[in-house]
């Protein structure tokens, strides 16, 4: 008999088996320390939106196979989102929430080239994680946008920013998506610990969108509209 947790592992195993086998591009964003013998309660993955409802369908039917619910299910412009359940005793259930990004983005707008970051993606345990410079580059804006970064992500970043070649490039994916001052701003308050988790993100988001609306004026206004309706 399958024990209950393990029931998430095989589902999260059979989904890395699936996702090479239908050659789908994919890198696993964070919380991959463990994989795939243990599965964390929150995994963020980034696929192409193409391959969004392929990947949907083969958990719904894995899930049924191992006998978990899929308790909820949220979709959005780039943006979906799968929590599945277990009722373990007492009607007291376990719950693995997975998060499919396509692209990563802020209010619709995407963080870098998601082109570039799946051709530099590096093998993890027969799984794909990104490399140094965009995992560090997808924590920094996911933290400063949304205002809040957790304490070990941020013990992470400041060991690996320490090394220049990295930190100059982790910039330089920055500069893409906020002016140079406010990357370099970024890497800098990290380095020198001036974060306590919680971040005044108002003036990044102001430069983020207005780095991008000047760059990318249509593509940032479609992805806007997309987002917002």
Do not use: W
């Not at 998430?8 to 050659?23: P, R, T």
């Not at 392929?54 to 894995?62: A, D, G, T």
């Not at 943006?79 to 009607?91: Q, R, S």
Request: charged share 25%; glycine share 4%; aromatic share 14%.
């Amino acid at each position: 008999m399958i024990k209950l947790k393990e029931k998430f592992v095989l589902i999260i195993g059979d989904l890395f088996s699936h996702l090479k086998e239908e050659k789908i591009d994919y890198v696993i964003l964070r919380n991959f320390d463990n994989l795939p013998a243990e599965v964390s309660r929150d995994i963020d993955f980034l696929v192409r939106n193409n391959d969004v409802n392929n990947i949907m369908q083969f958990l719904k039917n894995s899930c049924k196979l191992y006998g978990v619910k899929i308790v909820h299910s949220y979709e959005k412009y780039c943006y979906t989102k799968v929590i599945l359940g277990m009722e373990i005793i007492d009607n007291d259930m376990i719950f693995l929430q997975i998060d499919f990004f396509s692209p990563e983005n802020y209010m619709g707008i995407e963080y870098y080239d998601e082109n570039k970051l799946f051709s530099s993606k590096e093998t993890r345990n027969d799984y794909f994680i990104p490399s140094l410079d965009f995992y560090c580059s997808s924590l920094i804006l996911t933290a400063f946008l949304n205002g809040y970064m957790k304490e070990r992500y941020i013990k992470a970043l400041h060991g690996l920013l320490n090394d220049k070649v990295l930190r100059q490039k982790v910039v330089k994916i920055l500069k893409r998506v906020v002016p140079s001052g406010v990357a370099n701003k970024m890497v800098d308050k990290i380095l020198k610990k001036r974060m306590n988790g919680n971040i005044k993100n108002k003036q990044y988001v102001f430069f983020f969108m207005l780095k991008n609306i000047l760059n990318r004026p249509l593509r940032s206004a479609y992805a806007f509209f997309n987002y917002i309706t």
